[in-house]
């Protein structure tokens, strides 16, 4: 079965990196919790037999939301920039999110680790870049007269950015 691959590769990963008590839910999804305070949501795509790693990276700022998420909608159709990584909003938290997928079809633990590897340090990245928006740092190639009307829905919300160990959460 498709999904016995996935549960295989993070069983092994568990067990490499002394991660007792991994749990993959009966939908094919876990989520770790990376050194103390970022969540990564691992998910089985069972209908394209894949991965998919998802990771919140930070609050859309109320001061210059329309610039931030344009920058992250144009930032999308910009492969150096994404790493072929998708940016995405999250109605919800109020908060920016990153999302990779990948084929399981020839996935390894090796490979697993080094998407992983890869995935964390733009999230890292990203959840950098989300600090200075917060701050009023416009993104690049973004002004200030460009402001979008729909911000008002992005005010009422908290910041649940802290910095990342493994810990499982569901």
């Known amino acids: 079965m498709p999904i016995d ?3 295989n590769i993070l ?3 568990a067990n490499k990196i002394n991660l007792s008590g991994l749990q993959v839910d009966s939908s094919g999804y876990c989520c ?4 103390q305070g970022t969540l990564i ?6 209908k394209r037999d894949s991965m998919i790693f998802i ?13 931030v998420l344009r920058y992250l909608l144009r930032m999308n159709n910009d492969p150096e ?13 109020n908060n920016a999110a990153i999302g990779y997928q990948f084929p399981l079809r020839f996935l390894n633990i090796d490979k697993f680790e080094e998407f992983f590897k890869v995935f964390l340090d733009e999230v890292d990245r990203w959840k950098q870049k989300m600090v200075l928006y917060m701050q009023g740092t416009l993104p ?16 009422n919300s908290t910041n649940a950015n802290i910095m990342p160990e493994f810990i499982i959460g569901a």
């Open 32 to 35: 770790l919790d990376v050194d």
């Open 11 to 13: 069983y092994e990963f």
């Open 41 to 46: 949501h691992i998910k089985h795509e069972n």
């Open 55 to 67: 990771a919140e990276i930070g609050q859309i700022p109320e001061t210059n939301a329309g610039q």
């Open 140 to 155: 690049k190639g973004e002004d200030v007269t460009n402001e979008s009307a729909g911000e008002g829905a992005l005010a």
């Open 5 to 7: 691959t996935f549960t």
């Open 81 to 93: 920039e994404s790493k072929g990584m998708t940016l995405s909003y999250n109605a919800e938290s």
